[in-house]
């Protein structure tokens, strides 16, 4: 079984994507944001390097995706996914093309490499996709008091702009059923019991259409 956990940047994705591996006992398959990514902080840097990466940010993100997939086919089971291959594509990649961050023949190039992402064995649509998403001052607020600090240097502009594209791709989303979650209902960095009501209504989506044995919480102790 897969899970997918998207939404932009703020709306607390890996949070919630860590939480319920633990609940549920899936395996993570975490976006590379951190010190394995060499061109995120570049990328954020300013809007000429934003112009400058593009490319290789978004070539690294789909690499992690193959070898994401790769894990997955391997190792087998029920997996969460922290960010999905098709807001790569969709909303971040298309988004640096439109904006003219991405030049047309970078923008094939990705693309066909992207649809070769999509014809590997392990790219099957997630069983639900969880939809972060929340107003864009909630989102930029969170981003201020916890993105990481080239995120929070980022002029607010760049931001509408994602949020904006965020709201068109997922009313345009039919990979699979989609949950919707307001992050001004279910802040898990304030209130981490929220958690229970967010795994009920998972349950709610999934339950009838799997196996029991599929999907049970781990229970500690």
């Known amino acids: 079984m897969l899970i997918g956990v998207a939404g932009m940047v703020g709306a607390g994705k890996t949070t919630l994507t860590r939480a319920l591996a633990a609940r549920f006992g899936l395996q993570l398959a975490l976006e590379s944001v951190d010190e394995d990514n060499p061109w995120l902080e570049l990328f954020y840097r300013d809007s000429d390097s934003r112009r400058a990466y593009s490319l290789e940010l978004q070539l690294h993100f789909l690499a992690t995706r193959f070898a994401a997939m790769r894990r997955m086919r391997a190792q087998g089971g029920s997996w969460i996914l922290d960010r999905t291959w ?32 999509l014809h590997a064995p392990a790219a099957r649509p997630p069983k639900l996709l969880i939809y972060l998403h929340g107003p864009l001052d909630v989102l ?22 994602l949020h904006e594209r965020y709201e068109r791709w997922i009313g345009n989303f039919r990979h699979c059923p989609v949950l919707g979650i307001d992050v001004r209902d279910y802040d898990l960095v304030a209130d981490p019991a929220a958690l229970d009501t967010i795994v009920h209504r998972i349950r709610q989506h999934l339950e009838p259409a799997i196996p029991q044995h599929e999907f049970w919480e781990t229970v500690s102790g």
């Open 140 to 161: 930029l607020g969170r981003i201020r008091t916890r993105g990481r600090p080239s995120e929070r240097e980022t002029e607010p502009e760049y931001w509408a702009h």
């Open 86 to 117: 098709y807001e790569d594509a969709e909303v971040f990649a298309l988004g640096l093309y439109e904006r003219g961050l991405m030049s047309r023949i970078e923008h094939d190039l990705y693309t066909r490499l992207y649809i070769e992402l």
